[in-house]
């Protein structure tokens, strides 16, 4: 059998995609893992698995990925996981639109440009893109809302693509992630309410979530999440909407059976709103 290949985007050392790219190559692909930073994905090539550097916001630098696939290959490629990605943690109200325009670049816009570039590639065999989406894209959780947009976003572009490239037999899924143990938080900058936030009374309260305190108290192992995926990935008839991490089945029922606006009754409780409206109030 022809050795099936698969491109993971942002594969640095210790995050998702790091998981993701181990996890292909036990299964037996052939991985092309991929970083800004080669640095950060030497350990991968000392493991047998092929690097290449990839700035997925830089189109020069997307073309001449695929030109080194394209060369690599023979023209094809079976699996695409858009993974990269970053986070913009801030009350809505302290944000900036340059800010939120960067993420979206990064979280959206790169997404849907690397799976242009290497669509041809997909087409030529029938193959499958994965996009690292998130519970986020579901959930209004607070002192996140453009990152959730972003998600929401990837989760819509994602069925839209499935149902435009059905004619080329390319399947789309999108990963509904929820917590999982990796990087992402340390590799952002710790995120802190600026001097003029309306929210700074309730500073202690909101700055530990910005920073991902929620997320980070049952998170998922992320080889157990890898190995969930890329079992779902490989299956000949793949779940489209994928539900890994922890808390997803909770998330889950209350968004299947939930009325429409119990997402503000359960995430007011669970960043403890009313403690937060006390201080403010009390600080007015």
């Given at each position: 059998m022809v050795q099936k290949t698969v491109l993971i985007t942002g594969s640095s050392e210790g995050g998702i995609g790091d998981a993701l790219a181990k996890e292909f190559h036990k299964n037996g692909l052939r991985v092309f893992a991929?970083?800004?930073?080669?640095?950060?994905?030497?350990?991968?090539?000392?493991?047998?698995?092929?690097?290449?550097?990839?700035?997925?916001t830089d189109d020069a630098s997307i073309k001449q990925a695929v030109e080194e696939v394209k060369a690599l290959t023979g023209g094809t490629l079976d699996f695409l996981v858009n993974n990269s990605g970053g986070g913009y943690n801030l009350p809505m109200l302290d944000t900036t639109v340059a800010d939120a325009r960067k993420l979206f670049d990064l979280n959206v816009f790169a997404l849907v440009a690397v799976t242009q570039a290497f669509a041809p590639l997909l087409v030529a065999s029938k193959g499958t893109v994965i996009n690292i989406g998130s519970v986020a894209g579901i959930t209004p959780m607070p002192w996140q809302g453009y990152y959730n947009a972003t998600k929401a976003a990837v989760a819509l572009i994602t069925d839209n693509m499935r149902i435009e490239m059905a004619p080329w037999g390319v399947k789309f899924i999108n990963v509904i992630t929820g917590?999982?143990?990796?990087?992402?938080?340390?590799?952002?900058?710790?995120?802190?309410?600026?001097?003029?936030?309306?929210?700074?009374?309730?500073?202690?309260?909101?700055?530990?979530?910005?920073?991902?305190?929620?997320?980070k108290k049952n998170a998922l192992d992320v080889d157990v999440y890898?190995?969930?995926?890329?079992?779902?990935?490989?299956k000949s008839n793949p779940k489209v909407h994928f539900w890994a991490g922890s808390e997803i089945w909770t998330i889950w029922l209350v968004d299947t059976f939930g009325w429409s606006t119990i997402w503000g009754m359960v995430m007011s409780k669970l960043v403890n709103m009313p403690l937060v409206s006390r201080k403010i109030k009390a600080a007015e």
């Amino acid at each position: 059998m022809v050795q099936k290949t698969v491109l993971i985007t942002g594969s640095s050392e210790g995050g998702i995609g790091d998981a993701l790219a181990k996890e292909f190559h036990k299964n037996g692909l052939r991985v092309f893992a991929t970083a800004r930073n080669l640095a950060k994905v030497l350990h991968l090539k000392d493991m047998g698995l092929e690097v290449l550097k990839l700035d997925v916001t830089d189109d020069a630098s997307i073309k001449q990925a695929v030109e080194e696939v394209k060369a690599l290959t023979g023209g094809t490629l079976d699996f695409l996981v858009n993974n990269s990605g970053g986070g913009y943690n801030l009350p809505m109200l302290d944000t900036t639109v340059a800010d939120a325009r960067k993420l979206f670049d990064l979280n959206v816009f790169a997404l849907v440009a690397v799976t242009q570039a290497f669509a041809p590639l997909l087409v030529a065999s029938k193959g499958t893109v994965i996009n690292i989406g998130s519970v986020a894209g579901i959930t209004p959780m607070p002192w996140q809302g453009y990152y959730n947009a972003t998600k929401a976003a990837v989760a819509l572009i994602t069925d839209n693509m499935r149902i435009e490239m059905a004619p080329w037999g390319v399947k789309f899924i999108n990963v509904i992630t929820g917590g999982v143990k990796s990087r992402f938080f340390e590799n952002l900058v710790a995120q802190h309410l600026p001097s003029n936030s309306l929210y700074l009374p309730a500073k202690d309260e909101i700055e530990p979530m910005m920073n991902g305190s929620l997320v980070k108290k049952n998170a998922l192992d992320v080889d157990v999440y890898a190995k969930r995926v890329v079992a779902n990935a490989l299956k000949s008839n793949p779940k489209v909407h994928f539900w890994a991490g922890s808390e997803i089945w909770t998330i889950w029922l209350v968004d299947t059976f939930g009325w429409s606006t119990i997402w503000g009754m359960v995430m007011s409780k669970l960043v403890n709103m009313p403690l937060v409206s006390r201080k403010i109030k009390a600080a007015e």
